[in-house]
């Protein structure tokens, strides 16, 4: 889970309440800290969740290193409206942590900006099925955005399915 550092402690915090058997590791600290935790972290896999931050997972080539390496079966970006600038280092950093598939989590809502939202989409849709996702944002919207949401996953997967079709023949 990748959160703003504000929110950090309430993640683990919560997942203390609500789910006190999942074993939880805290990915934050001095360069030093996060060195001996990289370390430690690699030579185990008895852990549940990894808790981050942005700054953790954007920072230096190792931390980004070792958070593309671990290979997560889900990836948690909360306050994932902060990805919706698909030019930016962040989230060209964000992307390249693997995991089975992503999730983002948010509070603000969308506005009426298909670039924004085909950024978001392309950051979580990378390689799956964006008809499932389509379908479940669309629920949770307003009529309006999700037939913007709709005309874009459209195009992406049209643009998608071109761009594959001209590298095959290459």
């Given at each position: 889970i990748?959160?703003?550092s504000?929110?950090?402690?309430?993640?683990?915090?919560?997942?203390?309440?609500?789910?006190?058997?999942?074993?939880?590791?805290?990915?934050?600290?001095?360069?030093?800290?996060?060195?001996?935790?990289?370390?430690d972290?690699?030579?185990?896999d008895?852990?549940?969740?990894l808790?981050?931050t942005?700054?953790?997972?954007?920072?230096?080539?190792?931390?980004?290193s070792?958070?593309?390496?671990s290979g997560?079966?889900?990836?948690?970006?909360?306050?994932?409206?902060?990805?919706?600038?698909?030019?930016?280092?962040?989230?060209?950093k964000?992307?390249?942590?693997s995991?089975?598939?992503?999730?983002?989590?948010?509070?603000?809502?969308?506005?009426?900006?298909?670039?924004?939202?085909?950024?978001l989409l392309?950051?979580?849709?990378?390689?799956?099925?964006?008809?499932?996702?389509?379908?479940?944002?669309?629920?949770?919207m307003?009529?309006?955005?999700?037939?913007?949401?709709?005309?874009?996953?459209?195009?992406?997967?049209?643009?998608?399915?071109?761009f594959?079709?001209?590298?095959?023949?290459?």
């Amino acid at each position: 889970i990748v959160s703003p550092s504000s929110v950090l402690e309430n993640w683990s915090r919560e997942f203390q309440r609500f789910c006190p058997d999942l074993r939880i590791e805290v990915y934050y600290g001095s360069q030093a800290e996060r060195r001996d935790l990289r370390m430690d972290l690699k030579r185990r896999d008895d852990y549940d969740v990894l808790l981050t931050t942005y700054d953790m997972a954007t920072g230096s080539h190792d931390d980004q290193s070792f958070l593309r390496k671990s290979g997560f079966d889900v990836c948690v970006f909360d306050e994932g409206h902060m990805l919706k600038n698909r030019k930016s280092q962040k989230y060209a950093k964000l992307l390249r942590i693997s995991g089975r598939w992503r999730l983002l989590l948010t509070g603000t809502p969308l506005q009426n900006n298909l670039q924004e939202l085909v950024s978001l989409l392309n950051f979580i849709l990378l390689k799956r099925d964006p008809w499932f996702v389509c379908v479940y944002v669309c629920v949770h919207m307003n009529t309006y955005l999700c037939i913007h949401l709709l005309l874009c996953v459209c195009l992406y997967m049209y643009v998608y399915s071109s761009f594959r079709s001209e590298r095959a023949h290459v």
